[in-house]
């Protein structure tokens, strides 16, 4: 007769979650650089708006989310933060579509980095934004060939994640965890509405397929593993993780999309992402949902 399982030691659960993290950070990279292929048919925006409905069917049928009973605490909890997926989807997706995959998810991750920043309180903390404003210059390549455009738009993508991880804890506190990201997925997919449903009709067979495999494992796969990443390892643990997002899409961009990554582009993301990684471990409270997202998890 076996013995009860208990749970396993601390460690062994932490590295458990950190594994679910890495394949988390793969699927989403590898879903945007999949989905980008189809940008110069239908434009960012419109793949981002349809990849968020194709997450919210599926979540909504995996979940099954109620929409009666909550508070208006709760409801609005779960509108800012489809609002900021919203926000978050589309920025990256114009990112991606001007700059290569690694550094328009450099840029990303300057948002819970900000976040992680902004909650520490120990003075030696200031060097680290220094740290990643450095690297930020170098992504950017002043008096290179920049696409500043691409630029603003990961900056705002940034913004909108670190929007995203404030409003994604309300949510995770007041909501059966998977129940208010489903629920937050399905109002983000209504707010995109004006993007995709234009597009729609000139989606061809295989295009719908890309998308689906997009919003399947970008949104709804990566999403799960990240709360259960969370529920082994910690949210503080996680979000350090998630640094590995911006070294992921570079690899992806270099080996899927051939894109070239010169050297300033590849020091300023390890100034970015060490900066980051350092900063959201040393911060004394980290305020990131118990369902973060990497590079949000977009």
Request: aromatic share 6%; with cysteine; proline share 6%.
């Amino acid at each position: 007769m076996k013995k009860p399982t208990t749970p396993g030691p601390v460690r062994t659960r932490a590295s458990l979650g950190a594994g679910l993290v890495l394949v988390s950070c793969l699927s989403v990279q590898a879903s945007a650089a999949l989905a980008s292929t189809l940008f110069d048919r239908l434009g960012a925006p419109a793949v981002a708006g349809l990849r968020q409905l194709c997450a919210a069917f599926v979540l909504m049928a995996l979940v099954r989310p109620g929409v009666r009973g909550h508070t208006r605490r709760e409801w609005a909890g779960m509108l800012a933060y489809g609002a900021a997926m919203a926000v978050m989807n589309v920025a990256y997706y114009c990112a991606v579509g001007r700059l290569p995959l690694g550094v328009a998810a450099t840029l990303l991750f300057l948002g819970p980095f900000v976040v992680a920043v902004a909650s520490a309180r120990a003075w030696r903390e200031a060097l680290f934004p220094a740290i990643g404003l450095a690297g930020v210059v170098l992504v950017t390549e002043p008096g290179g060939a920049v696409e500043w455009a691409g630029i603003a738009f990961g900056l705002l993508s940034a913004l909108a994640l670190a929007c995203y991880t404030v409003f994604a804890q309300r949510v995770g506190r007041t909501s059966s965890g998977l129940e208010g990201l489903a629920v937050s997925v399905g109002i983000s997919a209504l707010l995109l509405l004006p993007f995709s449903v234009p597009a729609a009709p000139s989606v061809d067979g295989s295009g719908w397929g890309l998308v689906a495999v997009s919003g399947t494992v970008g949104v709804a796969l990566a999403f799960t593993l990240d709360f259960q990443a969370v529920k082994m390892a910690g949210a503080k643990v996680v979000a350090t993780l998630f640094s590995l997002d911006p070294v992921m899409g570079a690899l992806i961009g270099a080996l899927a999309l051939a894109e070239a990554l010169s050297a300033p582009v590849v020091v300023g993301m390890g100034l970015i992402v060490s900066a980051g990684a350092v900063a959201t471990w040393r911060a004394e409270s980290l305020p990131v949902s118990p369902m973060p997202t990497s590079a949000d998890r977009l």
